[in-house]
């Protein structure tokens, strides 16, 4: 299997591993969430899981009323594999980490704002480092963009975004580039700013023809977003490459198919016939002149030259003679067509 027996190196020494997944393994994120998933159903089945509970992979987040039920509940997850062992954090102060947050109990409703932990250094991307511009931007976009998110009052978000500037210009980032950014993304200075979130939406899709022209179209719809007093945003749709390489097969016409099982039936009566053909359809149609479907148009409607292509459709589509052999004697039992002769309805009865 793929997360067992994985070698590994350390230390010039060569170690397999027994139990769990190997860390950075795009696997490890999806199994650790299959397995949780698996423990909380027999949490569920039990009536064990709090009423209150979050988890986001391995990490939970639960209300219970009191250190009691905690401890209880803590027991209870530790039980449920001998391999694996929880630990559990309480709050502190009315105060606890999750995820990149600080959940804060204040009166009966919770607030939070970014959580960093106290080795936490600020040490990011510095500004004078060799990568391209546009990924240093986009990191001051991410940062800023996470403070909004995780910041539930307007306070944690202006304190969040001073400590941000501050680190920025500690990492060589020009000031008016930061503030451009800020003020770019349109992230409110106010509580009462009204954000871009706050606005209707109208996305246009747009055919991708080339990086220089999806910028200018993306900074005409924000010039014009604040004239209209709606949010434009463009969203580029392109072609595959694959559908541009692929050939496209132009299907051939029925009668030119070959290596098929097909069906006669008769525009004047409701007489029918089913056999094969390896060859081009239109060539078997062509002997049918002398077959049994020649001589039905000609005694049961006096006219051979009712013949046409157009009498015919095909059943199956096959690989082999032997595909056409096998599918033309179940379509035979299952039709039971009236045309067929005695040699060619003997085949059917092979499956009867």
């Not at 899981?49 to 992979?57: D, G």
């Not at 200075?189 to 606005?199: E, G, I, Y």
């Not at 069906?263 to 002398?290: M, P, W």
Request: aromatic share 8%.
């Amino acid at each position: 299997m793929a997360s067992t027996n994985q070698l590994f190196q350390f230390d010039g020494q060569l170690y397999e591993q027994c139990e769990g997944v190997a860390m950075g393994s795009p696997l490890g994120p999806l199994l650790a969430n299959v397995f949780m998933c698996h423990l909380e159903e027999r949490l569920s089945d039990n009536d064990l899981i709090p009423p209150f509970y979050r988890r986001y992979v391995d990490d939970t987040l639960a209300i219970v009323p009191g250190l009691d039920v905690a401890e209880s509940f803590l027991d209870a997850l530790n039980g449920l594999h001998p391999s694996i062992h929880f630990t559990m954090e309480l709050s502190n102060n009315g105060l606890i980490p999750f995820t990149g947050m600080s959940i804060t109990k204040n009166g009966n409703k919770l607030e939070t704002q970014v959580y960093r932990k106290p080795t936490d250094t600020g040490l990011l991307l510095h500004f004078q480092s060799h990568t391209d511009l546009r990924y240093k931007k986009c990191l001051i976009e991410t940062m800023f963009h996470r403070a909004k998110e995780l910041s539930s009052t307007h306070q944690a978000f202006v304190d969040e975004c001073r400590h941000l500037k501050s680190m920025f210009n500690h990492l060589g980032y020009p000031s008016s580039l930061v503030n451009g950014i800020i003020d770019k993304c349109d992230y409110p200075s106010t509580p009462d700013a009204k954000t871009k979130s706050d606005a209707e939406t109208l996305r246009v899709s747009i055919p991708f023809k080339d990086q220089v022209s999806a910028n200018t179209v993306k900074r005409q719809m924000r010039d014009l977003s604040p004239k209209i007093g709606i949010d434009v945003q463009p969203v580029y749709i392109s072609k595959k490459l694959e559908q541009d390489l692929k050939l496209k097969e132009i299907k051939p016409r029925i009668v030119n198919q070959h290596n098929v099982v097909y069906c006669f039936k008769c525009d004047l009566c409701d007489s029918n016939y089913v056999g094969y053909t390896t060859r081009h359809l239109f060539q078997r149609i062509a002997e049918h002149r002398y077959s049994a479907i020649g001589r039905h148009l000609r005694d049961a409607h006096g006219n051979i030259d009712l013949l046409n292509e157009s009498q015919f459709r095909t059943l199956k589509k096959c690989s082999t003679k032997w595909d056409c052999l096998v599918y033309e004697m179940l379509y035979i039992r299952t039709i039971r067509p009236n045309l067929n002769t005695q040699s060619d309805s003997i085949r059917a009865k092979l499956f009867v």
